[in-house]
């Protein structure tokens, strides 16, 4: 008779200390420094995961060291975990016991132990992914059904809206699902956006999608609206358009166009991005319309356009072209004989 498998071992809960410092934490996230429900989501979940590790080698949260940190990193890549979620598994570990130790509450560590000490492998940079010009114009040309008055145009009139706002302006799927009409300004062709920490910034598009929001302003959203929705997007329901419901129908505009690559919305936004950038923006700009924090998120752009470096390298081969040229020229000025002067 076969041996039954013994099941495994349940893993151990987070100690009631640990949920609590844990609480704390996250209301501080929120209501101090204005992190998203969404970011910490993500905060509770990896740290919850790495209390149970702890509660599995019988360490209280506050005992943690270097070497479990490791460990517990360590076990995540056995795993087949993705760097860069190990990643963020560190930085959100580090980032909680310097909390701790602000407050005063992280006793002193054995030495050379320190969890403050835990430093997260450096995650493989990978570029990112975008439509060529032609894609872009594929996936954004107008719908053959917006110009009939079929049920359809109202939703065919506000997709293509969408769309060419989202690559437009590059902006993220969540700031385009919070668009109220008050923060479109159709006549400067700007709109005002809510970002990542909750930062506003003013978005900018051109006229293309500038048509495309009045037509769908003017005839598709009038059809949609139940009641005083404040929603720029919405749905059939008359509510606001979700972030998922965009996800889900820029790909399904994808697969509809034929695009071979899955379509999202950060796929957009990183379209728009390269193709500023291979337009020869300044970095700076393209930093400030896309609300990145910093300089080094948005240089990453600079390395997927081939476009852009073999234009520096062509300027650079001609400039060096020139250089050679005045200096053989220069050389052989030298070199001549002055000539003769009459007598």
Known sequence: MPRARRADAPSP????RALDALARYVADLEGVRHRSTNTTRNYVHDLTGFFRFLAARGREFDQAGRLDGRAFLAGLRERAVADASIKR???VIHGFYAWLDREGELPPARPGDSIL???????PRLLPHYLSTEEAG???APPAEATTESEDSPTALRNHALLELLYAAGLRVSEAAGIDTRDLDLVNQQVVVTGKGDRTRVALFGVPARDALKTYIERG???LA???ETALFLNRSGGRLTARSIQALVRRTGVARGLRQGVHPHLLRHSFATHMVEQGADLRVVQHLLGHASIDTTQIYTAVTPARREAIVASALANARAIEERRRADSEGAAAPPESSRS
């Open 226 to 228: 139940r009641g005083a």
């Open 89 to 91: 598994h560190a930085t």
């Open 117 to 123: 000490r835990l430093r997260y492998p450096k995650a």
């Open 138 to 140: 594929t996936l954004l």
């Open 13 to 16: 809960e987070a100690s009631p």
């Open 221 to 223: 959203r009038p059809h």
